[in-house]
């Protein structure tokens, strides 16, 4: 199981990458793995606000739905469309093609993208799916 | 891995759907000991076993098999069951391992009336390993002295495997041609690893189908074999539905009669003598169904799932999805649901608060002597 240390992770076993203003977000490696393939991915709507930790979409798997929380607030500016040919992709490649959706986010004066507190580092997120198991 | 009835099973071992496609293009291995096997023996064996089930045991040759169902006084399902006739005064029950116990307790009561019969819980002492799938024939033959050629569908025989005495049989419950081989437990590994073995030796490593199956962009090619490989309950609850096949909890209850399931037929009116619920099952029969089973295709690409209810076009709720899934096979959202019997369609299935068009289609979904 991967847990890449460039990105930032939820509670909720979601990634982020931030690139300037932009966060692209997806499921992590784990979940993929816990959910079992993924046959269906709902996301939500380009041009749509999010708000971190509410529910944003759904990601079905053959035995399971799950809610797909946002992790950022700000607009959505694109979507993975790939994932409705292919939602297989999430569970090949979760940091990779199977990403799912991009914000705008605000940026601080400083430059830097804002990002809401309560976001897990590397380490613990893998500390978090250590405990659950 | 995940409980099952008591049992620690594998829900997957990688990727269900490589493993559901593997069987539909080549062959899968299942490891099914935790089904029930209850052993009916003696000169009063058939007899006892018409009594106590709703099908004709008795008038089926040794060597023959059967799909049939137990049931309550009153009609009610208690469970389904395959029965083999091993020998003349031999006969061996295959229950679901979650009503096993209630099998067993019912078919001991049932038979206390009929001298020369005996019931014995075989379950423990009997492992089980089914190879499924269009390359099953070819891979078993390798290793085993049985003629597969000359054993019919829902047939078996006494032989060995990989050097071990087994029962096989040709069935099954994916919809395709393959075999289930009863065992001593002590023995699974042993036939798991000569199948695995003669399945590489034929086809390559199973796993060289991981990857495109995984991908997924374009339907598996049926042309191309590939290996063989090992497959969990998730596969085998998708491979059934798609065959049309009923899971007991699902389809099939203590509420409701083999005629709702549209399995009227294992309901052996025509034997001469009485069984456990004849009387009801014969007014269900004259009286028709109550509820209907129906395949549905639904147009969207959500899933529809056990318990969502199918609603008409005017918004009525007429009916409850047992089963469903994305189907591997057809790439498509398919569910079974029973639904009153005057409903009318169109039909919707309420997914999560959001009604889905769903069309009605011919059970089953998936027919392997339809496919070129």
Known sequence: MSVPAELHYTEEHEWVAIDSDTASIGITDYAAQSLGDVVYVSLPAVGSAVTAGEPCGEVESTKSVSDLYSPVDGEVTEVNEELDDDPGLVNAEPYGAGWMFRVRVAVGSDGEAALPPGLLTPVEYEELTKSAG | ?372
């Open chain 2, 1 to 372: 891995m995940t409980d099952f009835a008591g049992w620690l099973m594998p829900l997957r071992y990688k990727s269900e759907t490589a493993e559901h496609t593997a069987v539909r293009s080549s062959a899968g291995l299942f490891d099914l000991s935790h089904m029930g096997e209850i052993a009916v023996t003696g000169p009063g064996a058939g007899a006892a076993l018409d009594y106590a089930v709703c099908g004709w045991p008795s008038a089926l040759a040794p060597g023959r098999a059967r799909y049939t169902m137990l049931c309550a006084e009153d009609g009610g399902v208690l469970d389904d069951l395959v029965i083999y006739r091993q020998g003349p005064e031999r006969f061996m029950v295959v229950a679901n391992a979650v009503n096993t116990a209630v099998v067993l307790a019912e078919l001991r009561k049932r038979s206390a009336a009929t001298s020369g019969a005996e019931v014995q819980d075989e379950t423990a002492a009997t492992g089980l390993i089914a190879i499924q799938g269009p390359n099953a024939a070819g891979i078993l033959s390798t290793v085993t002295d049985l003629d597969l050629a000359d054993m019919r569908y829902y047939a078996g025989a006494y032989g060995t495997v990989a050097g071990c005495r087994v029962w096989v049989a040709r069935t099954g419950y994916t919809g395709e041609d393959g075999f289930e081989i009863f065992c001593a437990p002590q023995d699974c590994e042993r036939i798991w690893m000569a199948l695995t073995q003669a399945g590489e030796m034929l086809l390559g490593p199973g796993d060289a189908l991981l990857a495109p199956a995984l991908r997924g962009t374009t339907p598996p090619s049926p042309a191309e074999p590939d290996g063989l490989m090992p497959a969990g309950l998730a596969a085998r609850d998708t491979l059934r539905l798609e065959a049309g096949m009923p899971l007991y909890g699902n389809e099939l209850g203590r509420n409701m009669t083999p005629y709702e399931a549209g399995l009227g037929r294992v309901v052996r009116l025509d034997k001469p003598s009485d069984f456990v619920g004849r009387k009801a099952l014969a007014a269900r029969s004259e009286e028709g169904p109550r509820q209907v089973l129906i395949g549905l295709v639904a147009k969207s690409r959500r899933v529809p799932r056990h318990g969502y209810p199918v609603m008409s076009r005017t918004g009525q709720r007429v009916g409850v999805v047992t089963s469903g899934a994305r189907s591997p096979t057809l790439r498509t959202s398919i569910a079974m649901a029973y639904v009153e019997t005057d409903a009318t369609t169109p039909f919707g299935i309420d997914i999560r608060g959001s009604e889905e068009p769903a069309e009605v289609t011919e059970l089953p979904f998936y027919d392997r002597s339809k496919q070129g």
